[in-house]
């Protein structure tokens, strides 16, 4: 008689837990379909196992072993967005976060002047119909997306943000990464969001706002040259034809918690 105790509970709310984490990451992606590949390959084995078969139990055996390391590699990108999104949202985020016992009234991610030059910037960008993408740091280290472009490292300015992204200027195709009050780089090269499930009217902006978003924690501001919309996207998430108001609003959340 097996009994089921506390500890038989919490892992089962664990593992389900982690299940629903992964199934969230790689939900609209082509993973899901190697992942589905895969336990299908794995209930397979289980049926023959039970079945006595046992050379094809060994040979499905030997390649699902085999597979683990294969699967580090496939899932990649997955392994680190989860790793990630623990990191930053269940711990960095938190009341009690880990940083908060080493350093005490830590420093904002950016300056409230920051914010207001982005904001106006954008909504002038808007009304012009010019298109931006600017990508706002926070705990994640945005380097290596940084060396794809121009190192500026200028005070935020809303003007500069307009020139940059200015239709004829030689740095408006790309990403400009704002890091606390500077503008740290521009035209940079961002990952395109591995997402199948995108409404057709997102352009290579939008997906690249996406993309980086998750992979780091960092929050993006993009405006559509097409409609002049502003969009708003952190954490795989977009927020779409959002006002100066909104905008103003969700970086201050965004970059003071």
């Not at 629903?20 to 289980?46: D, H, P």
């Not at 009341?95 to 016992?101: E, G, N, P, R, T």
Request: proline letters at 3%.
């Amino acid at each position: 008689m097996f009994g089921i105790g506390i500890l038989d509970v919490v892992d089962i709310l664990l593992v389900a837990f982690l299940a629903y984490q992964l199934y969230k990451l790689i939900r609209g992606t082509v993973a899901i379909n190697i992942f589905v590949g895969i336990f299908s390959l794995y209930v397979l084995w289980l049926v023959v196992k039970a079945l006595g078969m046992e050379l094809l139990s060994d040979i499905l055996g030997q390649l699902l072993g085999v597979g683990v390391m294969a699967l580090f590699i496939v899932f990649q990108p997955e392994i680190r967005k989860f790793l990630l999104m623990l990191g930053t949202q269940y711990l960095s985020r938190g009341k009690f976060s880990i940083q908060s016992l080493f350093f005490h009234g830590g420093e904002k991610h950016a300056s409230p002047v920051a914010i207001e030059e982005v904001v106006r910037a954008a909504q002038n960008m808007s009304d012009t119909k010019t298109g931006a993408l600017i990508v706002i740091q926070r705990k994640t280290s945005l380097a290596p997306y940084e060396e794809t472009g121009d190192i500026l490292n200028a005070q935020t300015n809303s003007r500069l943000i307009e020139n940059i992204f200015f239709k004829n200027a030689p740095l408006h195709d790309g990403a400009l990464i704002i890091v606390r009050d500077k503008i740290r780089a521009a035209r940079c090269v961002l990952p395109s969001t591995e997402n199948m499930n995108l409404p057709a009217h997102y352009g290579m902006r939008h997906r690249a706002a996406l993309g980086v978003s998750e992979n780091s924690d960092a929050v993006v501001v993009v405006v559509s040259e097409e409609t002049g919309a502003i969009s708003f996207v952190e954490a795989g998430s977009i927020k779409p034809h959002i006002t100066s108001i909104e905008l103003r609003q969700l970086l201050e959340d965004a970059l003071n918690r």
